[in-house]
């Protein structure tokens, strides 16, 4: 028969359980380290973790404060690794560095087979360390007191900080971090909104200067058209927001801005051959693109070209 209860989880999907919503969970065991205890849940049901790393990794530990579960945000697997990692590492080595420069010596002396070997006995004495109810309560007792900490600074600056619930539970000062927690709210979508203004703005200015540009590069495209000149097969760009732009060529631009009808194919020669086109007394007189020496000019881009200089002119 399943001993399962019905229990007040502190938060219910990633919000504070305000509606005091139950669920079914299971009793997982008691630890203390002769000043404080805890006792441990696990969700009943499907578990947790859909792909879990060993023994103990399928469901999230919960830790009953006052008559609420509150995740601790670990399973037991990882909690017994935590717990009992620093332990080994005093037991075996002293502490890291020597750790360090005693697997520098294996790897020189032993090889991979003895590095592997060393981890091995370091994982079991890990699993056995780290499943002491002692260690494992000293454990939980930091993870506690460092939610205390965060709610204190919260309740201390009037919610300009995160306030935290589990930190609040400890303390018998749930109504006041509900408090804290809309004057927090409303701080970050004030932030939100400022970051976003500013983002705005900095994006418009990004544009604008873009735009610019591209509107110079137009302009003294114009003038080569109308002047005479070489002009290169330089790509324009304009802005809409700083990430989403349309670029093409300065010949195609004018085309399409002039109402010269240019084919599908003839585009393609555009963007993939040409390199320049010099334009003298009111003509496409010389075209430099790109090719094998049979490679010839596109006429129809010249023609294309002629119509161009014509509008331009008119």
Not at 12 to 32: C, D, F, I, S
Not at 244 to 252: K, Q, R
Request: proline letters at 3%; hydrophobic letters at 30%; one cysteine or more.
């Amino acid at each position: 028969m399943s001993n399962a209860k019905l229990m007040t989880p502190l938060f219910y999907q990633g919000n504070y359980n305000a509606g005091g919503k139950k669920m079914r969970a299971m009793p997982v065991r008691e630890v203390t380290n002769g000043t404080d205890t805890y006792r441990l849940w696990r969700r009943d049901g499907k578990p947790d973790r859909q792909y879990p790393q060993g023994e103990g990794d399928d469901y999230i530990l919960y830790v009953e404060l006052h008559g609420y579960l509150a995740t601790l945000r670990t399973t037991d697997y990882y909690l017994i690794d935590r717990c009992g990692y620093q332990a080994m590492v005093a037991a075996m080595y002293g502490d890291e560095d020597k750790r360090e420069q005693y697997f520098d010596g294996l790897r020189r002396s032993g090889g991979d087979d003895a590095v592997l070997e060393a981890l091995r006995q370091e994982k079991q004495l890990i699993r056995e360390l780290g499943r002491d109810p002692s260690r494992q309560a000293d454990y939980i007792k930091a993870i506690l007191d460092g939610h205390v900490s965060t709610y204190l600074e919260s309740r201390e600056s009037g919610g300009e900080t995160f306030p935290d619930f589990i930190g609040a539970l400890i303390l018998g000062e749930l109504p006041t971090c509900r408090e804290l927690s809309a004057i927090y709210k409303d701080k970050c979508r004030e932030k939100s909104r400022e970051q976003k203004a500013k983002a705005d703005a900095e994006d418009r200015t990004y544009c604008r200067e873009r735009n610019r540009q591209a509107q110079q590069q137009v302009q003294d495209a114009i003038r080569t058209i109308r002047e005479g000149g070489v002009l290169q097969n330089d790509t324009v760009e304009f802005y809409r927001s700083r990430y989403d732009s349309s670029a093409c060529s300065i010949f195609l631009y004018l085309m399409r801005r002039y109402q010269v009808d240019v084919p599908l194919r003839t585009q393609g020669w555009i963007n993939n051959k040409l390199a320049s086109a010099t334009i003298t007394a009111g003509r496409c007189s010389h075209l430099q693109f790109w090719g094998h020496g049979r490679n010839r000019a596109s006429r129809r881009f010249v023609d294309c070209m002629n119509q161009l200089i014509h509008a331009v002119a008119a």
